[in-house]
């Protein structure tokens, strides 16, 4: 016979609450170092409380197991947070854990909380358990912690650690639920294959590159590519810009219908999802300002002036104020859903490993037009979004390169910028 009584908990037996709870805690994962005459005392002080609410586990009258929690009220409703559930080592594995939680779950379903809480193990059996009852890690909030004799956390070398994980784990399936699919495979609309023009003023930009002095010296052009900060500060052709363009972002074909577009340069599962603005400060037959590429129809459109265009370049990027000579800067943005629609929690590795060809064929495309620049990563996400309308939340800034006019003559005042080479004997 497995008959077994399910009743709310009674001060009466907290004693027993006590014993149960130092005995569970001091196993796996907790080991935990409780004497019943203290686990005695937290149960009763749960249980005292008017919000409280537990259930308590019998059968052939003995207690094997309770849940117990309470409830607090918060502007947007009243929340029960469990505080324990612990099952006697004894009647461990045979269920009683799963009954007590379901039926204390749907009992507070009826009662009819705004949320439902917990705080449990980080990792392993525990937080697995409680995902089969639809408990998700909450993200908006953390438990922050004043320890008694506890090491401050090292939060340089938790960043480091994030850091790494981003690099190792962006292929990652741990944690995701098994039936988890992309919005691509939930069939849901595609979004846009490229931003649509927001300004009515729209310049065609110049396809005939033939009148361009190009150099076709593939080799030359990998050997002399470098990073240029010294600019001579003069305008480019609205044809150079036109090229450096079609060499970055430029699309040269549609995959099926309107599937993907097909660039100069490659991205994973032809996502595309960047999108490029510039800070046109020399650009002949450009007024300064702030412009936005429109790769579809090779255009650009201008989205408005600004104020103090070489303030703008160096707080927008960390305050590199060298790269206010430069006659064009080009910033990078990422409209996340584009890649995400089909890579989902996957979609982020390859965003940043894209940025890095679309870069480099600027640096090269330069190159082969005598032109210099530099790729920047010191980007301040939130001037750069602003001036370029952006919301920082579905498309940001992220990458920036600026090219300018340079000469020969400026190779030691390039080589200053690694002064520190010499100076530290590195
Ligand atoms: C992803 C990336 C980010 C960079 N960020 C900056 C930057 O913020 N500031 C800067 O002066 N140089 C930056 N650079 C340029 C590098 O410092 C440069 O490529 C490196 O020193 C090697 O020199 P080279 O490009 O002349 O070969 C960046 C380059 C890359 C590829």
Redesign the pocket.
Known sequence: MNEYVIRPCEMEHVKRYGEIYAAAFSGEPWFDNWKAENAEIHVKEILESEQSYGLEYIKDDEICGFILGSSMLFSYGRTFEINDLAVDPKYQGKGIGTTLLERFLSDLKEQGYAGIHMITATDGYLPEFYKKYGFRKVTQVMLMGLEEDEEVPDVIAERIKAGRDFIMKFNDVEGIPEDYETDQYLKKPQPPLAKAPVTGQITDLPKDFSVLDIDNDFLGIINR?????VYTDEAISLTDLSYLLWCTQGVKEIRGKAYATLRTVPSGGARHPFECYMAIRKVEGLEEGLYHYLPMTHQIERLGGIEDMDAFISES??E?T?AAKSSVVFYYSCVFYRAEWRYGVWAHGPVLID??HV??NL?LASESIGLGG??????EPAPSNKAFGLDGVEESVF?AMTVGTVKEEDREAEAE??AFVREEGL
């Open positions: 590519r470098k990073s240029h900060r990027l960390c590199q060298w940025a890095g870069t480099e640096y530099c790729a920047i990563a010191a980007v990458y910028f690694y």
